[in-house]
């Protein structure tokens, strides 16, 4: 049971280039989220999957895409990098969106922007 | 909206000392209250959890309570180890929120031998 699992764990992009963050659960969990984390400002999701074929906004969406592949897997794309992407990406799952269930993180991936 | 604020760090305590972590949240419901820690490199990991209001959450010799009258739920421990240095996030999440969770800002722990 490897829980919640992103790939790759380090990536380094120019300005620009556009890349995919993978993320997967193997818990049978309905909801999925994605959140950046940057020096003092906690965790801000970015967008989120409450079930298998829809998604939605959090609080910080620009710049971003994501795409709920399956009950399994939940991607986000940068289209066009930009430096102030530069963060560290968490992704979650949870049985059911919001309370009272807790959500489970991957080990994050170390995105920088030059 | 709906947030929590949780005490700023960084702190630093010697082994065996006594830990307290403050959180206050703002919520016009009924939300949930929760504890992550973050070890270094690593993910999130939920740490104890409280559902409703006088509910006390405990794990790995932490405790925190739900406080209604003071809408608080402070992070405990008796005797901290060496192994307790991490991050530690105070979450909320309410249906208020829609369903999301709103973490803190993260409290850092070192404890030094």
């Known amino acids: 049971n490897a829980g919640v699992t992103q790939t790759p764990k380090f990536q380094v992009l120019k300005t620009g280039q556009s890349m995919t963050l993978q993320c997967a659960q193997d818990?049978?969990?309905?909801?999925m989220y994605w959140y950046r984390q940057d020096p003092g400002m906690g965790l801000r999701l970015i967008y989120y999957?409450?079930?298998?074929?829809?998604?939605d906004k959090g609080e910080v969406p620009n710049g971003y895409n994501v795409s709920r592949l399956n009950k399994r897997e939940f991607s986000l794309r940068l289209e066009s990098a930009a430096p102030s992407q530069t963060s560290v990406y968490f992704c979650?799952?949870?049985?059911?969106?919001?309370?009272?269930?807790?959500?489970?993180f991957g080990p994050g991936t170390r995105l920088t922007v030059t | 909206g709906d947030s929590v604020t949780q005490m700023e760090g960084p702190v630093t305590l010697s082994e065996e000392a006594f830990l307290t972590i403050n959180c206050t949240y703002t919520?016009?419901?009924?939300?949930?209250l929760f504890w992550y820690v973050q070890y270094p490199g690593e993910g999130l990991q939920l740490l104890l959890k409280a559902t409703k209001a006088d509910d006390k959450g405990s794990n790995k010799g932490f405790e925190a309570t739900y406080r209604k009258e003071t809408t608080s739920f402070h992070l405990e421990k008796g005797s901290v180890q060496v192994s307790d240095s991490a991050v530690y996030f105070c979450?909320?999440?309410?249906?208020?929120?829609?369903?999301?969770?709103?973490f803190g800002t993260g409290t850092s722990l070192t404890v030094i031998p």
């Open positions: 818990m049978n969990h309905n909801s």
């Open positions: 979650a799952s949870s049985v059911i969106a919001g309370a009272p269930y807790e959500q489970y």
């Open positions: 919520a016009t419901g009924y939300p949930s």
């Open positions: 979450a909320l999440s309410s249906t208020n929120t829609g369903n999301q969770f709103y």
């Open positions: 999957s409450a079930s298998e074929g829809t998604t």
